[in-house]
């Protein structure tokens, strides 16, 4: 632990965060997403946890990336589901707060593997909501 | 994730308490334990939760040893320290309930840690709570 | 051993379980199955053991998948072989207790071997029926 | 899986059991023993079997020191408990069968713990019986 | 070393015997083939020693595949080339001790290598025999 | 990088600084300490930097033991040396103004090395001046 | 350190400046530069330094390529971007003064990325300045 | 060292020249070839050292391959290049002096590069002539 | 295979005898020695092979050591033990064939024991006859 | 290679050099020294070259102790021994010319290999001179 870093940050995910640059994507995958599977260079466990604080945790230092029209990506409802994706609401508001008024994409969700393959680092929670991946790209720090 | 199995406990928690015998160790270590300087054999990190929710967890699957006086150990109190650490109630409630009336020893501080080192593994939790480190010996599984 | 969790279970195999999310397969290989030519990521050696044991002990954590037709696989009969691979009672009747009415599919036996490269995980068993090996997908835990 | 080769002997086991020389030792340990920490070279997880079924795998193959008195070794039961460890008579025939009579020596539980800490390899099996780790020390294949 | 098993086989090699399953290729090389290059798993040096005595030793334990029509495979003969590859005789019989009658194929040279690369093992053996390399595919243990 | 953290801690640096816990201690050591030959965990590069930047970096994240009389250490001045450490005033500075009124203990030389040997990290920067070395122990996050 | 050389050099870079032969590249990265992502070989930390610093320790000892049109490359301005990368003058009055004059490329950016992909090594210093990664291809050692 | 072994043969240089094979191709490389970069299995440095001597050793132990009409590869001048590689002649000299009359193939100089990714090993001498890199390609020991 | 290199003598061995310097020990174990579990640096596995030929092969370039009374060593017939080791002579005689008179000291078993547990490297040979084992010391390549 | 390095410097000996700090010491050993087996953290291979141009090429680099009586030291010619190290003259010479004045121990062989132990590397040359290892302690870069 550190004073003015969220407990939920680990040491390890802290590391990673540092070691990303610019258009490097990360992660934070729900509890039943196949993270093990598709991480191809980091994985980092976050058992116990939910993706909304580990969301927070991460802007605190973490910049967008305003480069491209979309730095957020979360998974399109699939056709014909009923679902409402409410936690997406907390999302928005958890960015807005750290980086203003910010696109978020909907990818459907074969993409988003295939997204979530190539990306920096993956986080594993174990968020319950349904649709509740999302993926951050990073942005310039100045 | 698994059906029945807490979501605090992370797949290599999970090895770690299955590959445990009778008499080892595993100490559940608060935010500002020396973990990973004291582990010798395995440090699980558990970033953002708190001590009596990886307690409840690990008990569920976790029997003490019946066969010592004590098979669980907190941290004493230095002496003219007035903390009262009343997370210790919590502690006695929890493992009430899953493994009945179970004598919990105090550890003078620098015994505590030399105890630690020679633990199977150290849990390394972010809990905020003082004198909130807490050792569990394995009992027998029948 | 752990309060709840089948002998059969070794620590390693329980982590794999954990770290599988929605979608990821593992493959329950017979004595005779190239397993760990076939392993992309992990091999867990359950040699001594016949895969029904395997089969009903991982199913009582593991969900299986609802969102395909068929969440269970199994090598098809080669044309021509009088074999009747009668062990596929014994494993119906096991999925059936623990996840109800589910469709098992029949695969050509080389497409059956691309497959188990690609799962998460195959375990090497002692099973000595022929045409044996399953595949298990996993679903959403809840 | 080979000819003539038992089903429970994993390929680590057989090749930890032809590395060792005369005077080697290994543990056939029960599911409770703590194989794990006590390991200091090898530990071969036997999940899902028993030790009677080991022990007659590995002395098919095994030869026992002859140039020692007792080249076997069990705990010695604690002074006061009234288990009678009924196992051993097993033992006993399986090892008569292989290697004719041989002295079993039974070992204080600490110095046992001791022992193993020092033997070539430990097999973790999940048997469930009281008293019922055995120590195999090797001798001399001619 | 132990009861029963030949002098010739190391630990390693037992072991990879062991891992192999059905339709898994192992190659025995003699001295000049470029094993270590080949090799994309496992490459067993057995210096010292001729393929003869190394392909007695592992047809002991070893099933040839009966699903293939030829389960033993030989480098062709380079054409123009006088030489008669008499140690092939050698490999004949010692093949029919064991398993039967059993056709050997006759493979061209660079598709000969191919199969190699592709082998789960090779086999380094001091063999000075020309055309004395030998690939054997797996069978069923029953 | 990232928002927040001063550029001159790396992500290894970051790391190593979060799984410090109470009483772990770090060397920030200047161009000419025999750091990789001391360290025992961890030896973290920081060449092109001076130590007070570093110092200045680590304190805005890590408070000091208030539990020991003195949290900071620097080497003594060997007896008769004429060099006034006058790095250590800025030391000094730097310090009061994060963690308050802080006693710096002078350590002999010697004994510096054997305490730099048990720290949890040692840091390698290009400082120049003489007697610059410096350990901090760390505090409780509160 | 050691005499001659220039703080900023770590020793693992100079180890690489080494290693490299002719032809082969090196990236100076800034600080948003996603260097961990696309090092396929080493990634040197050089954090709390600029790229002028670097460049410079860098060219003591490093031969530009005389056999290629430009040895060293930039990043092109993006097409509308009013940026004036004024570090550049910076990166050309260092260079004349060791290599002579010597033609910079401009790079489109996702070429340079490419390009940065198979570079022997990526240096990621903490520069802030736009525009500011540069590659130099290592001539002849004579 | 040893009796009768070349003192240029590094211990890792000889273990390599035994475990290659007939058709394998071992690079002594110059002091400016990219040897690190090229090398996809052994790089063996060699510094210090010149390529004749290096070649010398080698061929005392090493047969050139008689199957393939030139088992010897140099780079070719590149066209327009007054430069006449003069110590060619000592390579040839040296080769003749070990198996005799062998023809030695100019290779251009980029398909010199692929092959030499290819190769089984690269040694990297300090050898300072241009135009210096040689392949040799193993025959068969009889 | 090399030219002049016996083929008993494997790619690592030799390699292990060429970087032994003067006064460094070598056991060539037979097929009862607990090679594995004594080998602290090195275990060379030499299966199928028997001690004298291994012993020809080395000495072909390995010296022994002419300044110490001793330069060999071999286990000393247990006092009762009626074993005449006729193995014995054929070493004295390959020693003396390219070492001329040497004296062999022979040493009580656990001594021998201890002796090779400081060895650089044990050779894990075959070899079937009783008090076979040997020590070589290394003596200065001139 | 770079410009100004000397080429008997190898990458990881340059790298090494630039690690070790004030007080470590380097062992630059002649060909028959046992370097593998008393190297307790680097040895770098150095075949081919001899002491003495090693010696020049480090010292180009590495400052001497001036905080200690001798910052180099050789092993004391044996009682009795008539050979007179003349090697150790063009130490001196070399030494001279970089270092100045400075004193050189000589030290009893035992103690120099106990010294050399606990060296931060050793440089395994191929030097035949008797008597010819060397320890040279770093001083400190100003």
Redesign the interface.
């Known amino acids: ?5 969220p ?18 994507e990360i992660v934070i ?1 729900d ?7 598709c991480a191809s ?1 980091y994985i980092i ?5 939910k993706v909304p ?2 969301l927070e945790a991460i802007l ?4 967008l990336d305003k480069y491209v029209k979309a730095p957020v990506a979360v998974t399109e409802v699939v056709p014909g589901d009923p679902v409402k994706p409410i936690i997406w609401e907390e999302y928005k508001k958890i960015i807005k707060e750290y980086e203003g008024d910010v696109k978020i994409e909907e990818v459907e969700r074969f993409s988003f593997y295939e997204r979530a393959k190539k990306a ?1 680092a993956i986080v594993a929670t ?1 968020e ?1 909501a349904l649709y509740a991946n999302i993926i951050l790209k990073k942005g ?3």
Chains 1, 2, 3, 4, 5, 6, 7, 8, 9, 10 share one sequence.
């Open positions: 632990m550190l004073k003015g870093v407990a939920v940050l680990s040491p390890q995910l802290m590391m990673v965060l540092m070691e990303m640059g610019h258009g490097d995958a509890g039943n997403f196949p993270a093990a599977a260079k466990r976050c058992d116990g946890n604080e580990v605190k230092f973490f910049p920096y174990s319950e310039v720090v100045k």
